[in-house]
């Protein structure tokens, strides 16, 4: 017989698909205010109107029962937990002292909690509770009728300017996931929690309801919700629909479906499709995924959940072929995939580990021919009847990170709606890619778009360095191989908490405060002032694209100055102003900037930049179904697009640093000791935010300088040890 350990019965809460921990909720409502009792409180979900919600059990200190006040505690306890989790408790219970379930060895029991709530057998001494009003609501993919005509049609503007008020909190709650009641009309928004991501989603569905133009840009820039109310209420009264924002640029349109017989490929296809003309056995742009699956894992319904997925979404059914001389989309009927079973269940765990690392490099490595299709593989490795990995492979001509996330849940829903004998739960989509393609091409191709995102681009790079000189051991290679290795190291939860209060304080994203550290970094190791990085956006602007598999990632040009030996603070700002001007220009697809900016093209590196920096902003979480758990696991595919790459994903106990790098140009213990130095670079970010460039380099320095010595003694050592042992050897002989 075989044990499998696959983690605690329901220590994991999952809440609108997102994974969390009860312990750390449970810490941080018993820090929230003095009046809990530490060490004594209890989170757990509960299933209202068959949505998981959040329910919290916290004793409060004894001193405090006859002075309670439970809305001002309550309230504590919903801000902290907000703004730590981005979560919204549906109800807080205030236990007697002493009174919480606990085992004999005193452990909380949350699930005595639950099932106390469940049958009201709990010592409250007060509770909280939200009303339908005050929850808010995620975002759901079926069609709401805009409310621009709601608004023309309501006679009074106070009353106009009230209504539209509070849609946008329950917009704005919506988004981040806390209650409505935990929106201040005259807060800024970028110090609730606003990140860049989230504003672009904001920003583009206000523009679809409201038929308003709004720069996503306008949300991260210290705008309260009063004052973006008065705003759009302007533009709805004054503006035609369509109207151009102050960029210039219009509203983009809401994607319909259209027949074509010659479907043209999207900007973002296009670029890789020329990439592959150029060395067709590159294997850079394939993407590889692993998804351990534990449970009884039945066949038949994990096969026919992906020819479901296959048959929903052309984009996996497409191949590239050129027609006169020009590449198309080809469109295939729907197909059953392979799924290739490769049985491990004779390898020991030492061994599984280094065959799945194995096959996972073999099938990351082994290219997809564009013109023939299928553009995606699967592999599954059977360990045990319970213990599987799935290896999923595409090109990135058809996908992206937010399709990979999006192939994943929807495979779970229908592998459990098959396993249940049902029908497929999953809506038909009312447009496909090609519908994108298209409408990317004739959008951007309209009047004054192309133009005017151009102009700023071109007044953003003009004169830029075409390289940026890393100090590489070893000279650059004529033709870059894209040969690659990856070191992590773990952001410590202190020091993104700390990050992040420091990003709320200044009105600035998380990513845009790990950005800064990167320019300093990058200017360390460069000594040059114009320093040039890429980043990835969604690009999910277009109504509707969220539910699409597909490329829609576009690549953004992020140019700093680091002139003025300017300190942290004030690199921070200038680092802002980029990104915002960046996310306010998003849509010119990054193959047209390259085509007008005419760089010097060689095959030796990258155009416009060789670093990439992304932050993860929506990992895709464990997946919980009845029989099975479906979760990511990381793999390394032996690649590297870029001299360098840093990728920031959140994780339970921090943030996940992945520096990803090309072999050719650096040894590991170069990249080793380069993520030390931006690990240092943060706390130094956090502690004295006011430190001047040049005496951050100067504390970099004392480090290096400082390991340098150590190794030396070490070497020392070792070579003393050694003697002294030849020594005793000879005098023994």
């Known amino acids: 017989d075989e044990l499998y350990v696959t983690g605690r019965l329901k220590d994991l809460l999952i809440i609108r698909g997102r994974n969390h921990y009860p312990q750390d909720i449970e810490r941080t409502v018993e820090m929230s205010h003095e009046a809990l009792n530490p060490s004594a409180g209890a989170a757990f979900a509960v299933q209202i109107e068959g949505e998981e919600r959040l329910v919290v059990a916290q004793e409060i200190q004894s001193r405090y029962r006859h002075s309670l006040n439970v809305e001002e505690i309550a309230r504590a306890i919903r801000q902290a937990v907000a703004e730590e989790h981005e979560l919204q408790i549906h109800g807080i219970l205030l236990l007697r002292t002493g009174s919480i379930p606990k085992t004999s060895s005193g452990k909380i029991q949350r699930h005595a909690c639950r099932e106390g709530f469940k049958h009201d057998t709990l010592s409250l001494v007060g509770q909280s509770f939200l009303d339908a009003s005050q929850e808010s609501r995620p975002a759901s993919g079926a069609e709401e009728a805009p409310l621009r005509p709601t608004l023309l049609a309501t006679p009074d503007q ?29 807060q800024p928004l970028n110090t609730l929690g606003l ?56 509203i983009a349109p809401i994607l319909q479906p259209v027949s074509l017989e010659n479907i043209p490929l999207s900007f973002s296809q296009q670029r890789l499709w020329f990439l592959d003309r150029l060395a067709s056995d590159n294997t850079a742009y394939n993407i590889p995924v692993a998804v351990q699956i534990t449970g009884n894992l039945h066949l038949e319904h994990l096969q026919r959940s992906i020819n479901e997925i296959v048959r929903r979404h052309e984009a996996l059914r497409t191949s590239f072929q050129v027609v006169g001389e020009e590449p198309l989309q080809i469109i295939h009927p729907p197909f059953p995939v392979d799924i290739l079973i490769v049985e491990v269940s004779t390898l020991r765990e030492e061994e599984w580990k280094q065959e799945l690392h194995r096959l996972t490099l073999q099938d990351a ?17 059977r360990w045990s009847e319970t213990h599987h990995i799935l290896l999923l492979t595409m090109h990135h001509i058809i996908s992206d990170g937010w399709t990979m996330g999006l192939f994943l849940r929807e495979m779970a829903t229908l592998y459990e709606a ?23 091409r004739h959008w951007l191709q309209s009047e004054g778009v192309m133009d005017s995102l151009l102009a700023y681009w071109k007044q953003q790079l003009g004169g830029m360095p075409p390289l940026l000189e890393l ?35 200044e009105g600035v994203t998380l990513f845009m405060t790990l950005l800064t550290a990167v320019k300093a970094l990058l200017y360390h190791h460069t000594k040059r002032e114009d320093v040039v990085v890429g980043t990835d956006v969604a690009n999910r602007v277009w109504s509707k694209s969220e539910l699409l598999m597909g490329l829609f ?49 060689t095959p030796s590196y990258n155009p416009l930049f060789q670093v990439m920096v992304v932050l993860e902003n929506a990992p895709l979480p464990a997946l919980e179904l009845a029989d099975l758990r479906l979760e990511l696991i990381e793999i390394d595919g032996g690649t590297s697009p870029f001299d360098l790459s840093l990728l920031l994903c959140p994780e339970h106990d921090g943030l996940r640093a992945l520096f990803r790098y090309n072999i050719d140009l650096f040894d590991s213990s170069t990249i080793v000791r380069m993520a030390g130095h931006y690990q240092h670079l943060l706390a130094r970010l956090v502690a004295e935010p ?44």
Request: aromatic content about 6%; overall charge neutral.
């Open 365 to 381: 490595s082994q290219p997809f021919e564009l013109s023939q299709g299928p553009l995606l593989r699967l592999k599954l490795l």
């Open 553 to 601: 990632v576009n690549q953004l040009v992020l140019r700093t100055s680091l002139e003025g030996n300017p300190t942290f603070r004030e690199l921070l700002k200038r680092v802002q102003k980029t990104a915002l001007g960046a996310y306010d220009h998003q849509e010119l697809p990054f193959d047209k900037l390259v085509e007008a900016l005419k760089p010097e093209r």
């Open 418 to 440: 098959f396993s249940g004998g049902e029908a497929s739960p999953l809506p038909e989509l009312p447009i496909q890619y090609s519908d994108f393609a298209y409408w990317q």
């Open 158 to 186: 106070a009353t106009r300017h009230a209504l539209l008020r509070t849609y946008l909190q329950e917009r704005v709650a919506g988004a981040l996931r806390i209650p409505v009641a935990l929106i201040d009309p005259t």
């Open 471 to 505: 100090g590489t051991d070893r000279a650059r290679p004529a033709v870059q191989s894209f040969r690659g290795n990856e070191y992590s190291l773990l952001l410590p939860r202190s020091l993104v908490r700390a990050l992040q209060e420091l990003g709320r304080a």
């Open 195 to 250: 990140d860049s991501l989230l504003s672009i989603e904001l920003a583009h569905s206000l523009e679809q309801s409201l038929e308003v133009a709004l720069s996503p840009v306008a949300l991260l820039e210290g705008i309260t919700l009063d004052q973006l109310a008065a705003q759009l209420l302007e533009g709805v009264e004054h503006s035609d629909i369509g109207a151009a924002n102050g960029a210039g640029r219009r």
């Open 690 to 733: 006011d430190t001047s460039l040049s005496k951050m380099g100067e504390s970099l320095a004392a480090i290096d300088a400082e390991q340098e010595k150590q190794k030396a003694e070490a070497l020392k050592n070792a070579r003393q040890q050694k003697f002294a042992k030849i020594g005793r050897r000879q005098a023994t002989d």
